[in-house]
């Protein structure tokens, strides 16, 4: 009787195999096959268009998205959440003059402080380090300080993007008890490229700029070459009050253990100036489009899977950090939380935050689109986009990890169009994370959350700290306003 009861049971294991098998190849060929996405994608870009949070082209973004997931018959809400700090640029302009005259194109960085007919003069600070800071000396007492970039061309290990990132918080601090007029950053792209390089950390004491490469190598040489020379810029900004946004989520509920939660995260907000078409409309469709696909084909998860589009994301991930609050109670049965947000380069593998037995899972769950490998999982943790709550709440967490395609060269630029995404590449992509969800939201097997002492020696083992600082919120975690409770 036992024997044949163990026959019985591996026979209903293995049934059940061959179903979940059968489930996500017939998932993965419904990605790879014809989909709208790429209608989708041009929607989302060339008529919503560049969709800033706190703007009315925002606000219609919500409204599109909820849109799409109710004639795919995915249930969807609109949940709010406030916005500490309203930033939107409404005009700016500069010009330079003493020994030459010329008007550089530049734009104000996201949180820089208005400035009103502001003229100094413009002085040479080097790469903007302690050193070029002292060097200059009084000079800095009310100029405007040029700061040299490298160029930003490749996002693979996003050691470049990072860097500027760094660098640039490092400038400012450095410059915001210096008497400094303000900072005139020299841009990262060339072809007079002009982009939306984030300050993290919250409101700007300073005017910061960022002028066109190649006048602000110009305006650098002319110093450099001895000559004197001024700035005059006018930043015009609605800022600071806070307001309304929404993330939209998407639910297909898990047909065994809907208590248990698997999430696919992307930002629907972009910056204003392209159409945030690599950043991050491509990574939009495509959740939308497994979501409608897995409903097409009557597929049933056993978990519940949540396909979040995030608002609020380059202003300090704020959406994301909102659902981690507002979803609280929920989080012990959060089982993972994945972000896609580097465009439509190849995935390479992902980024599994540092968390021991992630990596494996992954592994398995992208067997069935092998094919389109090889996936090498990178075991670190990631400050710099939506997965970052979900690690500091100790739930397994994971960033595809992209090659660049033209990501860099485009980030938060004037260039980020539709035209830009590698619309081949998006099927492939939409396939392996179709796979990996599968995964997810059926293996009965799962990775616990983790409890405070847990994060925190994550933290004091990696270079995460860091990270925290260089974008701002590092101390809404030491203060306990964001991240696992102890
Ligand atoms: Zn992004």
């Not at 989708?40 to 909820?66: I, K």
């Not at 008007?103 to 502001?118: E, G, I, Q, R, Y």
């Not at 465009?343 to 092998?370: C, H, N, R, S, W």
């Not at 395609?405 to 830009?420: G, I």
């Amino acid at each position: 009787m036992k024997y044949r009861l163990l026959v019985a049971t591996s026979l209903l294991a293995i049934t059940n195999l061959v179903h979940a098998q059968a489930d996500v190849d017939r998932l993965v060929a419904a990605m790879l096959g014809d989909t709208p996405i790429v209608g989708d994608l041009q929607s989302l870009t060339d008529e919503v268009g560049g969709r800033v949070t706190g703007s009315p082209a925002n606000e219609q973004a919500v409204e599109w998205a909820l849109a799409r997931f109710r004639q795919a018959e995915v249930p969807a809400t609109r949940e709010a959440f406030e916005m500490p700090f309203q930033w939107q640029e409404r005009g700016v302009s500069a010009s330079v003059s003493g020994d030459f005259n010329f008007s550089p194109d530049v734009v104000a960085k996201p949180f820089s402080a208005a400035a009103d007919s502001l003229t100094g003069p413009l002085v040479d600070g080097g790469m903007g380090t302690e050193e070029d800071f002292a060097r200059l000396g009084d000079a800095v007492d009310g100029a405007w300080v040029l700061i040299e970039t490298a160029v930003l061309d490749d996002v693979v290990g996003l050691a470049g993007l990072f860097g500027e990132y760094s660098a640039s918080a490092a400038s400012e601090a450095i410059a915001a008890d210096s008497g400094a007029r303000g900072l005139v950053f020299m841009s990262s792209r060339t072809n007079n490229l002009l982009y939306r390089l984030p300050m993290l950390s919250g409101v700007d004491r300073l005017p910061l700029l960022v002028m066109e490469r190649e006048e602000a190598q110009r305006a650098q040489r002319l110093l450099r070459n001895g000559h004197e020379l001024a700035l005059t810029a006018t930043i015009d900004v609605d800022s600071g009050y806070a307001y309304e946004s929404a993330n939209v989520i998407g639910e297909i509920r898990g047909s065994e253990r809907p208590e248990e939660v698997v999430v696919m995260g992307a930002h629907l907000d972009s910056h204003d100036l392209g159409t945030g078409a690599l950043d991050n409309g491509s990574n939009v469709t495509m959740l939308i489009d497994i979501a409608r696909q897995i409903t097409r084909l009557g597929l049933e998860p056993k978990r519940t899977i949540r396909f979040a589009l995030w608002n609020g994301e380059e202003q300090g991930l704020v959406g994301s950090w909102r659902y981690a609050q507002q979803h609280r109670d929920e989080l012990d049965d959060h089982v993972m939380a994945a972000s896609f947000d580097i465009g439509t380069g190849k995935i390479l593998g992902f980024f599994t935050g540092g968390m021991d037995g992630l990596g494996p899972m992954v592994d398995e769950y992208l067997q069935p689109v092998a094919g389109l490998g090889p996936f090498t999982q990178i075991n670190v943790p990631l400050v710099g986009t939506d997965n970052f709550d979900f690690m500091m709440e100790g739930i397994p967490n994971l960033i595809a990890a992209q090659a660049d395609a033209n990501y860099a060269s485009n980030y938060h630029a004037a260039s980020d169009t539709f035209d830009k995404v590698d619309v081949q590449q998006l099927k492939l992509n939409s396939a392996i994370a179709a796979a990996l969800v599968w995964g997810f939201a059926n293996d009965d097997e799962r990775l616990p959350r983790w409890n405070r002492e847990e994060v925190e020696a994550l933290i004091e083992s990696t270079d995460l700290e860091k990270q925290m600082r260089d974008f701002g919120v590092w101390e809404d975690w030491a203060s306990g306003v964001r991240g696992r409770q102890p």
